[in-house]
């Protein structure tokens, strides 16, 4: 027999033992421990088990079962919980708390003591009744619980007490609730605590998202995916997720949160920003204090409204500081000479805050007076009046006017505005001068006579000009009809000092008068003459109009001419020769590459088109004598057989580092001419940025493609092993060289569907070439490349989101891709979109996200790369204006400096980005050069890039109308210093 004083004894000890160590994962079903009325479990037979409880020092009930009938055989003794109820969970963890008593150390009980007892356990979805029978073959075992530690008599005497503590799984459990059941054969056991729980991951926020509560799934190795919500005044990012594992853990925190407007983030939470601070973009940055002149004065200000007085331009983003409109343009002073009028001032003291100050000049003649009342009357200027380089937006603090009347009074009104000029009420800011020009240049056109005059013409010459300090251009003859009074006037320009004027009334006096046009401006008009037009009679042949119908018939004549013969060479003579050809010839010849229509672009001409893809091999690749060939390694393989590196030895020829495609045996006649596509793609091409292919082995096994061998590789792979080691300047050599290649396969008309760093070479100097043209059709090659709903195989994360959803390739889905290899060049081939699901790529882009600046990117790449994922096509940039714009940022790198991690608040999405200059003009360039006269010039000669000018001559300044020599030579001088660095920058493969 047990000795129950002892043993109560020592039951009492464990009152302050027993406690929870309290997880937050863990939801408690039940714990002996911390009820506190009666327990009511039942035992069968009811002298087994013994239900005792004590009160510990707190007065709070200790529940123990002790059963120690180790002397007397076949014991059976049950214990059996009140019902348990499941709640959520799937598996429950039962934790018992016993005492075991050693055998060895109660005498006589060899045969009978046990030291184990066993868990059962029942499912039910209601309580049994209290009439149900207990059946121990309605329990379902869960273990035999034996010890760790079992106590002996002398322990107990010694107060040391050997506590087990064991735990078991039970489950999976399904219905409402259950029943736990302990049996006993024949143990001295003191049951001291029983606890049930499950598992949960518990409700967390993470990255400004709630998680709720979580069970985790009963099959342990499988995680349960959980989209949280965005804490109030947030909103998503990027989708986020967290996993909840088996053991109640979160893992794989995915995707984000960020503070709303007007809302920053603290302790977790999103807070209002506090009045006199802002915040204009969603995202996690703090509250910025409203910038200078400007002020919020609620709670969650988004923006800070200008103090009085105070304004922004359309242009402004609400970060920058309100400013005002500049004061007057100071010491504004004229000069004049025979010919030009000049004014000059220098800028007002208080520019505003802005330094986007330009001038207007506006002019009145002020030379009568009122005759009532004396006042001087001003009028607008005449509209002719030349202002150099022109009336508004000068930029800079002079300006020389042309043209002018002589004794008149001019009053010019010099202006300065800034980019809030106009808003608001403030006064303009001017400054005045009055010029008289009076001592201006002589009429030097001498008396003006009539020739001859008819109906409509009249004829009339005058004595050259002499003693002119430069040059003549030409005389401007200016009439009137009298009657008009200068209502509305004409002028013509002759070269002689004669001039036909035709196109006159019959009958009608004309006022005439002529002044001359040197190289440095205009004299004063001679005196007015009066001449009038022959009466209107029906038999007298008018030779002005003869004059008229001649020329017209000698332009239309040459127009003719220019016109027959432009049609002869273009369409018209085209489709005389085309009606000639054979129609298979036709076909070719419309779409053979080489050809070089009238654009001067040449077209690609895709290997499909031919009848015999073998002809297409024949017409764009060269046959190599495969002796010629020397395979020295296997250095990769591809889905048609291996990648080998070796020698190309032609005879007469330089032996060359080639790379050798081979087709392996065993191949279909299909496989044989999609391996061979590839060859009839790239022999098309010839540019410094795309591989370029030497020829193909098709007359002998195996089949080879031979193209220029590249040093280094793939791109991806080549960023990932030399992570961190270049320079800026040098990363954007390498998308230089990208966007070089990409836009001379768009002028091609060959669209490539599978730009990606994978597939990118680089060659010893650095040099990047676009290659892997072969799958452009079906991406069979590419890994990356998935199936879609459409059934098509497309690389997902280098995609544009059109050419997903409806296999809409074009240039402008290349551009998107080129924007990801940029993204992946800057983060040294990191994997876009890292490990995220093609499908949450998809969703997320839908959304509007996009992938973050990689650390260390400058502003202005991150938004070209910005620009070119916009979701619009047809607001992506163009390659060719991707590459004026990487040209501007080689040719100016302080444009790199910028880092977006520099930066305080920066938008994540196209749609946020602000109006940034992306993209140099010629305009721009102009400007910089301080040749801004001469915009038209270019344009209307059909310069619109820095790239076409760079390749400009003299000759060609000349051509587009550039005349002074001072002139040509900066424009000259820049352009070679613009084309210097970009081949500096090409040959040097970007070591810079
Ligand atoms: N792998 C595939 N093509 C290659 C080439 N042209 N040079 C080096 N490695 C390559």
Redesign the pocket.
């Known amino acids: 027999m047990c000795s129950s004083g002892k043993y109560l004894a020592f039951l009492s000890l464990l009152g302050s033992i027993v406690s929870d160590p309290g997880t937050t994962n863990r939801v408690v079903l039940l714990d002996t421990t911390t009820v506190l009325g009666e327990l009511d479990w039942k035992t069968y037979p009811v002298n087994g088990w013994d239900a005792i409880t004590e009160m510990d020092e707190q007065n709070r009930p200790i529940h123990t079962f002790q059963v120690c009938h180790v002397m007397e055989p076949n014991q059976n003794n049950w214990l059996r919980s009140g019902w348990i109820q499941r709640q959520a969970a799937q598996r429950v963890y039962v934790e018992l708390r016993f005492t075991l008593r050693d055998c060895n150390s109660i005498p006589w009980v060899s045969g009978t003591c046990k030291e184990t007892f066993n868990l059962f356990y029942l499912q039910t979805e209601e309580p049994l009744s209290a009439a149900t029978r207990f059946r121990p073959t309605d329990y379902a075992k869960v273990d035999t619980i034996a010890a760790d530690e079992s106590f002996t008599q002398t322990d107990l005497g010694d107060r040391v007490l050997r506590l087990n503590t064991e735990v078991r799984e039970v489950g999976p459990v399904t219905r409402r609730g259950f029943y736990l059941a302990f049996q006993d054969v024949g143990a001295c056991i003191a049951l001291v605590s029983v606890k049930v729980f499950y598992k949960r991951c518990p409700s967390t926020v993470r990255n400004l998202a709630v998680f709720p509560d979580t069970v985790p799934h009963t099959d342990s190795s499988s995680l349960v995916e959980v989209r949280g919500a965005c804490v109030e005044n947030a909103e998503e990012r990027d989708t986020p997720k967290l996993y909840c594992g088996a053991d109640g853990d979160w893992l794989v925190p995915l995707g984000r949160c960020v503070c709303s407007i007007g809302h920053a983030e603290m302790d977790g939470d999103c807070r209002a920003c506090k009045p006199g601070s802002f915040k204009a973009y969603s995202g996690n940055t703090e509250c910025s204090k409203c910038p200078s002149h400007s002020s919020s004065h609620d709670q969650a200000a988004t923006i800070c409204h200008c103090d009085k007085g105070f304004y922004r331009a359309i242009k402004d983003s609400s970060t920058v500081a309100c400013t005002r409109p500049p004061s007057a343009p100071r010491n504004l002073v004229s000069l004049i000479n025979d010919t030009a009028l000049f004014l000059q001032w220098t800028p007002p003291i208080d520019t505003g805050g802005r330094e986007d100050i330009t001038y207007n000049v506006l002019c009145q003649r002020c030379d009568g007076r009122d005759g009532d009342s004396g006042v001087t009357q001003c009028e607008p200027c005449e509209p002719d009046l030349r202002f150099i380089p022109r009336p508004l937006s000068l930029t800079a603090t002079s300006v020389a006017i042309l043209d002018f009347a002589t004794h008149v009074n001019y009053t010019f009104h010099v202006e300065a505005a800034n980019g809030v000029s106009g808003l608001g009420v403030s006064p303009r800011s001017l400054a005045n001068v009055t010029v008289n020009t009076n001592q201006a240049g002589p009429a030097l056109v001498g008396v003006v006579r009539k020739d001859w005059a008819s109906q409509n013409s009249i004829a009339l010459s005058w004595p050259e000009a002499e003693k002119l300090p430069s040059e003549i251009v030409d005389y401007e003859v200016k009439y009137f009809e009298k009657e008009q009074e200068q209502l509305s006037y004409s002028s013509t320009r002759t070269k002689n000092p004669s001039v036909v004027v035709t196109g006159l009334r019959p009958s009608t006096v004309y006022v005439f008068h002529v002044r001359v046009r040197t190289a440095a401006g205009y004299t004063a008009y001679s005196p007015n003459y009066e001449f009038a037009t022959a009466a209107e009679d029906p038999d007298i042949s008018d030779q002005g109009q003869v004059l008229v119908v001649v020329t017209a018939s000698v332009g239309g004549f040459s127009l003719l001419v220019i016109l027959t013969l432009f049609l002869l060479i273009t369409g018209r003579c085209q489709g005389y020769i085309k009606a000639r050809m054979k129609s298979e010839e036709k076909r070719r010849t419309r779409f053979r590459a080489g050809h070089v229509p009238f654009s001067g672009i040449k077209t690609y001409v895709d290997p499909d088109t031919y009848e015999d893809p073998t002809q297409a091999v024949e017409e764009f690749a060269k046959e190599i004598d495969p002796s010629y060939i020397c395979i020295e390694r296997v250095?990769?393989a591809?889905e048609f057989g291996e990648?080998c590196?070796g020698r190309l030895h032609i005879p007469g020829r330089m032996d060359i580092a080639?790379?050798i495609?081979t087709l392996k045996g065993g191949y279909v006649e299909q496989q044989r001419r999609d391996f061979l596509r590839e060859a009839s793609i790239m022999g098309q091409f010839d540019n410094p940025n795309i591989?370029r292919l030497e020829g193909v082995v098709t007359r002998s096994r195996p089949v080879m493609i031979v193209?220029?061998?590249?040093?280094n590789?793939?791109l991806d792979s080549f960023l990932r092993a030399r992570d961190g080691q270049f320079t800026v300047l040098q990363l954007v050599g390498m998308m230089r060289g990208i966007a070089v290649g990409m836009t001379y396969l768009s002028d091609m008309g060959y669209i490539h569907r599978d730009l990606a760093a994978r597939n990118i070479?680089v060659d010893e100097n650095l040099v990047c070439k676009v290659?892997d043209f072969g799958m452009s059709r079906v991406l069979e090659d590419d890994t990356e490349a998935a199936y879609t709903a459409t059934g098509g195989k497309i690389p997902i994360r280098w995609t544009a989101p059109e050419a997903i959803a409806y296999g809409k390739f074009s240039s402008v889905s290349d551009v998107w891709s080129y924007g990801i290899v940029m993204w992946e060049v800057m983060s040294y081939g990191e994997r876009p979109y890292w490990e995220m699901s093609n499908q949450d790529v998809i969703l997320s882009i839908d959304e509007g996200y996009r992938l973050p600046a990689p650390m260390g990117c400058p502003v202005t790449l991150h938004q070209l790369m910005l620009h070119c994922w916009q979701k619009e096509s047809n607001q992506r940039p163009r390659f060719n204006t991707v590459l004026s714009f990487l040209d501007k940022l080689i040719i100016n790198p302080s444009s790199l400096l910028t880092l977006v991690n520099d930066l305080q608040s920066y938008p994540d999405s196209p749609d946020d980005m602000p109006d940034y200059p992306l993209f140099i003009s010629i305009g721009d360039w102009l400007d910089s050069i301080k040749m801004s006269q001469y915009k038209n010039n270019f344009l209307a000669a059909g310069y619109t890039t820095l790239d076409s000018i760079s390749t400009m001559s003299l000759d060609d300044i000349r051509r587009i109308g550039i005349c002074l020599i001072g002139h040509q030579r900066r424009i000259l001088s820049s352009i070679q210093s613009l084309r210097l660095q970009l081949h500096h920058i090409q040959q040097s493969g970007f070591q810079v």
């Open positions: 250095i990769g591809g990648v590196s080639v790379a495609k591989i193209v220029e061998y590249m040093e590789g793939a070479l290659s």
